[in-house]
């Protein structure tokens, strides 16, 4: 798929996400908006997956390991044709399937429940070490907070992929540098990230702009392409990404848009999408 094609799906999951979110009157919209890139890439380019047949034996997988930032990853799911796009305005409502963190029992499309920081990557290793135990050739890819590196189950998971060189396996790291409490290097600095994927026998890719897809697009070729070991692919992102008052703002980590807020960012997202379609 083109850059412009994908650029404009990916503005469409801003606008779900926002408008998921503010439905709820809670909900994560910061660390999604950051992420939306990166599930549009996945979910419309890379990944073995069709939403017709969500459980085919030789799909990809995919792990939320932040599991909060599931406005973001339902959008892309809705976006990608798994459930109805009006669904999301369920998000967080008493009886939706659309809970506040995903849940592979009633989610089309979800692979594993998640939500508990650190749990997630687990999972993941799990499902390629499972792969490789079997002869299967799907892989794994699974998405995590920069604040949630700061869990220790982490780094076991992690120790655990590069020893047995699970090469099928890319673990993304979502560094927009914020977390709930303020910025992750104030928190409990996480840097430098790469250097420890690397002490863990990982092929490490860093991005300067994970928000771009040309760099998404040579990141995961460059992951497809590493035999032999485990890829973590660390993004620099912007948290809040496309909404001219969430960006790079922590308190938009956990907060709903007011119905005034909710109007701007809909503008915001609005004349982004005008200026791709005049491209």
Not at 249 to 262: I, L, M, S, T
Request: hydrophobic residues 40%.
């Amino acid at each position: 798929m083109e850059k412009l094609e994908l650029q404009k799906i990916a503005n469409e999951v801003r606008k779900d996400i926002v408008t998921a979110v503010h439905a709820a009157k809670a909900g994560h919209p910061g660390g999604s908006l950051s992420a939306a890139d990166v599930f549009t890439y996945l979910y419309f380019e890379e990944m073995n997956i069709d939403p017709a047949d969500p459980k085919k034996p030789d799909r990809d997988r995919f792990v939320l390991s932040k599991g909060h930032t599931a406005p973001g990853y339902y959008s892309v799911l809705a976006e990608r044709g798994y459930f109805p796009k009006e669904d999301l305005k369920t998000l967080r409502h008493l009886g939706s399937y659309l809970q506040g963190h995903p849940d592979m029992k009633h989610i089309p499309g979800v692979d594993m429940s998640s939500g508990s920081l650190g749990q997630g990557i687990s999972a993941a290793v799990g499902m390629a070490l499972s792969a490789k135990l079997s002869n299967e050739d799907y892989r794994v890819y699974t998405l995590l907070g920069d604040g949630e590196i700061q869990e220790g189950q982490v780094w076991e998971a992690s120790m655990f992929a590069g020893a047995h060189k699970l090469d099928n396996l890319v673990v993304i790291v979502d560094n927009n540098g914020l977390q709930i409490d303020g910025s992750v290097a104030d928190v409990c600095s996480p840097y430098p990230i790469d250097k420890k994927f690397e002490a863990f026998n990982f092929h490490v890719i860093n991005v300067a702009d994970g928000n771009d897809m040309d760099q998404l697009r040579d990141a995961f070729n460059e992951a497809r392409a590493t035999k032999g070991m485990p890829s973590a692919i660390i993004l620099k992102t912007v948290k809040g990404k496309g909404v001219s008052f969430m960006e790079n703002q922590v308190g938009w980590h956990g907060k709903a848009p007011n119905d005034e807020q909710y109007a701007q960012a809909m503008a915001d997202l609005e004349k982004v999408g005008e200026a791709l379609c005049q491209k």
